[in-house]
Nanobody, 130 residues
Framework: EVQLVESGGGVVQVGGSLRLSCVAS????????IGWFRQVPGKGREGISC????????YYEQSVKGRFTITRDNAENTVYLQMNNLKPEDTAVYYC???????????????????????WGQGTPVTVSS
């Protein structure tokens, strides 16, 4: 079965850290760029960090730059998002998504309507309490 499964979300206080994981199965993981996206009720899903298939290119949305780090382990079919210095505005459901590696990490994250993302996980909620 082709799927992405996220984990690691939860409730954390302001300034705390979480590490999200996205485990892929059923497809050639190292042929795909992977991204982390988030969505709050009433707003569209936004790309916040993406990584190329070969791990040599990353993209970060401005609001998370310097606080979040995306990495991938192709041997384990897993992508991680280390989130530090969390803020209340980081509260959202976080999704991982996969797109063909013919597209850059930037395009996976920032394309209009996220149209280059082919596969989505079910999401993991993150709540940052003040």
């Amino acid at each position: 079965e082709v799927q992405l499964v996220e984990s690691g979300g939860g409730v954390v206080q302001v300034g705390g850290s979480l590490r999200l994981s996205c485990v892929a199965s059923g497809f050639a993981f190292d042929d795909y760029a992977i991204g982390w996206f988030r969505q709050v009720p009433g707003k569209g899903r936004e790309g916040i960090s993406c990584i190329s298939s070969s791990d040599d290119t990353t993209y970060y949305e401005q609001s998370v730059k310097g606080r979040f780090t995306i990495t991938r382990d192709n041997a384990e079919n897993t992508v991680y998002l280390q989130m530090n210095n969390l803020k209340p505005e980081d509260t959202a459901v976080y999704y991982c998504g996969a797109g063909s590696d013919i597209y850059s990490a930037y395009l996976i994250c920032q394309a209009d309507q996220l149209r280059y993302t082919e596969l989505w996980g079910q999401g993991t909620p993150v709540t940052v309490s003040s």
